[in-house]
């Protein structure tokens, strides 16, 4: 009825077909063109009450284009770290709004420090502004990393209206904003960091970078989940979205893109915390396994793909008796989930019991891995370690399992046995099925299913 009553009250707007000029009321002639017959009723735009639907009152024609239409190639800016031009794909593209995330400490600051430095060397006008450190801050680590004769401008304001008032009148190529948790708006009441004025900054400074033509990058702090803090429309409002991972207790960065309009996502970059700041790592494959010894149980090298680039690490399982009743599953950089689904598969499927057992699996070099094409690699660290049975030291796994036991084939299986045969490993176990490439040097040997594979690897059980 409230509905019905707001409708009669909105005012009904009537428009010459001919000439476009509209009037409140209907007549058979056009007082602007003198057209005869030539007007006609508008209907409104949207449905609802007229104090919030959008009424008659016409907006501008949209150009239209087919999907045939050819533009001209993304046009992109080389910074020179490589690892950083992986992730984004190629390079900065202009306008983007690029959302760097990650723990507290983990290098985002001393990353886009360096990434700035090379971007302004490489002659793209760049301004670094600081909303948590004073300048004084980020000139101290400029000189540590031996960047103090690049030509960065730097600033440490909150004040988003300062900020894009400067930003227009300098017209940069680059700009980074670290953090977007420490801008404010005027506009909006609440206190920094909180989620209105989070969005209300992201928002402003990703229209402003569209609007502009202006490559923006917002480094995001992250809750104790591992989740960009503030709300969630803020990774959509971005082009591209990368996280900084690592741990504080190994000397590896990776930087991951999560989200890439203008690249591929799950593509990385790796690179190792020195004394003189972030140092690229073209090999990070030979760096995850320097460390590896001779042959031990429960280390199995998998042969993953993340991104376009294939990676080799290492899974280091442990098993052991229980002290206590219930047997603990510990997991570091795999999901816990996934774990508790191969000992169940293991059990069920193999008869390779873990009952009161103690379970831990680690991914050695601070890597984290979420293809299910680790899952043959872990059945293997698992059962090794259990029966105090090691593999090969030049042996590599890699393969899906289903809860039924069989094996399913991985996508990439060339490009994975390319990079073992690089790094000197001669034999490959993964599962039968799909294209079987023959790799100069490396033996493949295909299992159908994980019940064959723990009998004839291991022979546990059997």
Known sequence: MVQNENMAKSKTQFTCSACGATSTKWSGRCEACGEWNSIVEEAPFGAGPSGSSLGTHKGRTIELSDLSTEDAP???TISGVKELDRVLGGGLVPASAILVGGDPGIGKSTLLLQAAARFARQGVKTIYVSGE?????????????????????????????????????????????????????????????????VRAAAHELTAFAKRKGIAIILVGHVTKEGQIAGPRVVEHMVDTVLYFEGERGHQFRVLRAVKNRFGPADEIGVFEMTGRGLAEVGNPSALFLSDRGKPSAGSVVFAGIEGTRPVLVEFQALVAPSPTPQARRTVVGWDSGRLAMILAVLESRCGVPFTGLDVYLNVAGGMKVSEPAADLAVAAALVSAREDSALPADTVVFGEISLSGALRSVAQTENRLKEAQKLGFTTALAPKGGKAPAVEGINLNRVGDLASFVGEVFGANQ
């Open 74 to 76: 993304t046009p992109r």
């Open 133 to 197: 450190e004073a300048a004084a801050q980020v000139r101290m680590r400029a000189q540590r990393l031996g960047l103090t004769q690049s030509p960065v401008m730097l600033a440490a304001e909150t004040n988003l209206r300062d900020i894009l008032t400067t930003l227009e009148a300098e017209r940069p190529q680059l700009a980074i904003i670290d953090s977007i948790q420490t801008m404010w708006s005027d506009t909006v009441s609440s206190a920094p960091g909180s989620v209105s004025q």
